[in-house]
């Protein structure tokens, strides 16, 4: 069982930055895709990015594309998500997750088997 531990998260203000880790100590085979989620109470959780373990594969969602960008150090089993401009609608519970693959497809957060307990964004109004 993989276990994922996000931080990061906190307040900021609209137009700023924060930068979300995701720690993956067990994650020892480069064959996975870690993506990031993130939900508000009372919608679904939305698939943000997508980055691959080997290779180069990278996704995100039209929403966040050229303010996120996501990475990893593999070393380190650590994935990260660089969060700018952010936006009140950026607001919500941010989670880590991993599938077995070497490509990102879509962000739909049924193909991800492993998930973190997730990090808070808070981006007021």
């Known amino acids: 069982q993989l276990r994922f531990v996000e931080s990061g998260g906190n307040l900021v203000q609209p137009g700023g930055s924060l930068r979300l880790s995701c720690d993956a100590p067990e994650m020892t085979s480069v064959y996975f895709v870690v993506g990031w989620f993130r939900q508000v109470p009372g919608k679904e959780r939305e698939g943000v990015s997508c980055?691959?373990?080997?290779?180069?594969?990278?996704a995100y969602a039209d929403s966040v594309k050229g303010r996120f960008t996501t990475s990893r150090n593999y070393g380190e089993n650590t994935i990260y998500l660089q969060m700018d401009n952010l936006k009140p609608e950026d607001t919500g519970t941010y989670y880590c997750?991993?599938?077995?693959?070497?490509?990102?497809?879509?962000?739909?957060?049924?193909?991800?088997?492993?998930w973190g307990q997730g990090t808070q964004v808070v981006v007021p109004t």
């Open positions: 980055i691959s373990m080997v290779g180069h594969s990278q």
């Open positions: 997750a991993a599938a077995r693959g070497t490509t990102c497809g879509s962000l739909d957060s049924g193909n991800y088997r492993y």
